[in-house]
């Protein structure tokens, strides 16, 4: 080969002294910002380990990482072509909107001849760019903690499936890099209330919560972590039992749920979730009480606490539990989901009797 990459090391070496050298055969990209720069970026420099390198600009919009805004490296890279770059300024400008050929044409620019310029600079179309562009800031939205629904709607995606299904690889790692480990596989699953995110094993589910959970994305990566498993999409048996089990729970069916558990969190968590699953369906308790049934009457909070940290959603009917003044307390799915869930219960068994 005429030019090898140079190693992570050398090119981090050049990325702190601002050697322009290189500029042109690798970009850093920063795993703490998500952002990626040329390497004369004037910004303050990462920290290594927080450091990646990639050859192509393609590579890092694909792997999830947005073009910073100081050194604008698409700009710089595409500044030869006065269309590349009218169509890179347009989507700064706009950079959640859904761009189409349509949009391009009224730039005054012949869709054919920006591909084909886009393709030869960067290894992928504009619409291809401009689409990475919007999932970037859905994930920035997703981490500052607003609703799938909002995001959803900040990048331009109509169809809520389509979009879960993108940002479930953000979440994940490729497969590539997890040879040797232990897969989970995700999956979402509908109801009428919601989409729900069912994450499991071959033998066993460890995660059940609805999409717009604020807690989701952490709660994915605490799982990770404490499993040292990679997740994927897909589906391993359990989540298909647990969703025919679900569909035939909204379908006011009240037979129980069968599907195998993983057990997390600590001995006293675990013996609280037992607890939450004795609970039968129509009827609902206090912390309290379940504090007093398992002789333990003085730790009301930590019942409290280790029901709010239940990430299997309605298999553990968390949903089951209210205030001692027999009000709705606070639920992750949402109160109106709460209550739903609760007068649908109690008709379920009204209708059985």
């Not at 299904?165 to 596989?185: C, E, I, M, Q, Y």
């Not at 647990?242 to 037979?255: M, N, P, R």
């Not at 001692?324 to 379920?348: N, Q, V």
């Amino acid at each position: 080969m005429l030019f090898e990459r140079p190693s992570d090391d050398l090119l981090y070496e050049a990325l702190v002294a601002r050697d322009a050298s290189y500029e042109g055969f690798a970009w850093a990209a920063v795993k703490t910002t998500g952002i990626f720069c040329r390497l004369t970026c004037p910004a303050r420099k990462p920290k290594r380990e927080n450091t990646s390198f990639f050859e192509t600009i393609a590579e890092c919009m694909e792997a999830g990482f947005r073009p910073c805004s100081r050194c604008r490296p698409m700009l710089k890279f595409g500044e030869a072509d006065p269309m590349v770059t009218r169509l890179l300024s347009a989507l700064d400008t706009e950079p959640f909107r859904r761009w189409s050929e349509e949009d391009v044409v009224l730039l005054g620019i012949d869709p054919s001849t920006a591909r084909r310029a886009f393709k030869r600079q960067f290894g992928m179309s504009f619409l291809e760019i401009a689409r990475l562009r919007r999932m970037g800031k859905a994930a920035e939205t997703l981490k500052e903690g607003a609703s799938v629904l909002d995001a959803q709607l900040d990048a331009g995606y109509e169809s809520g499936s389509g979009f879960r299904s993108a940002v479930t690889k953000l979440f994940g790692a490729a497969p590539a890099n997890l040879r040797d480990k232990t897969l989970l596989r995700a999956d979402w699953i509908e109801t009428p209330i919601g989409p729900m995110m069912a994450i499991a094993d071959q033998h066993s589910l460890h995660l059940l919560e609805f999409a717009e959970r604020k807690a989701l994305p952490a709660e994915i990566r605490k799982l990770q972590k404490f499993t040292g498993s990679g997740i994927v999409m897909g589906r391993h048996p359990p989540i298909d039992q647990i969703e025919a089990e679900l569909k035939a729970y909204f379908a006011g069916e009240d037979l129980g749920f069968k599907t195998r558990l993983a057990g997390h969190g600590s001995p006293f968590q675990r013996q609280v979730l037992k607890a939450l699953r004795a609970i039968p369906a129509g009827v609902s308790t206090t912390y309290g009480a379940v504090a007093a049934s398992l002789n333990l009457p003085s730790s009301t909070r930590a019942v409290a606490g280790a029901n709010g940290a239940n990430q299997i959603a309605i298999v553990i009917p968390c949903h089951r539990l209210i205030g001692a003044d027999g009000s709705l307390t606070g639920y992750g799915g949402g109160l109106w989901r709460k209550r739903w869930l609760l007068e649908h219960e109690r008709r379920m068994v009204v209708g059985k009797g």
